[in-house]
């Protein structure tokens, strides 16, 4: 999982990277407001870890925006401004957590892992997918995709069940409900409007047929 830094006093940043990557983390410094910005919304991110007092664009409106574009992304504000009513400002501006320096890297590394889990149950990821399943609603490279209800459903036990063969009869039992012997051929049906709808080609196939078994999904 990727975890954008926003922070620009360098050794603070040197510590949290060595932290988090001996954690399994993906670790991305900025170290100025704009660059941040720019990373935050255009590249994909698991979780931000943001300072508040940064150079060209303070860490409060970078949460602002963040947050109107990313709603689902946890954002955690690391920051020597520690009185009530900024913290009270910082989660109105769309912060998750609140983290005041000096810092115990074992707590922020446990709050980051507690937000993080709580992400994975809300939204699920199957290669460039993520399915949310708070507002059912399906994003192929951070791109709303529209999906029937059975479709996302078909979607979900794909990757509720991913890396594992999906027999047909388990699918028409599990997705629709069906306990008895019926034409599984509606499967495919939706199998190909879903690669459809979600781009899927020979390099993006992530719903794999396993000819006169069913499917697997794999990232």
Known sequence: MRILVIEDEIGICDFLASGLEEEGFEVVVQNKGKGGLEYALNETIDLLL??????????LDICKVVRKSKPNIPIIFLTSKVTYQD??????AGAIDY???PFNFEELLQRI????SLRMNEVQILGNIELNNSNREVYVNKEFVHLTQKEFDLLKYFIDNKNAICTRNKIIEEVWNIGFDYDTSIIDVYINSLRKKLKMN???NY???????GYIAKD
Request: proline letters at 3%.
């Open 50 to 59: 943001l300072d508040w007092l940064l150079p060209e664009i303070n860490g």
């Open 99 to 101: 983290v005041k320096k």
């Open 207 to 213: 719903i794999q047929t396993i000819r006169g078994i």
């Open 87 to 92: 913290t009270i400002e910082g989660l109105k």
């Open 113 to 116: 892992k507690n937000h993080l």
């Open 202 to 204: 020979k390099d993006s």
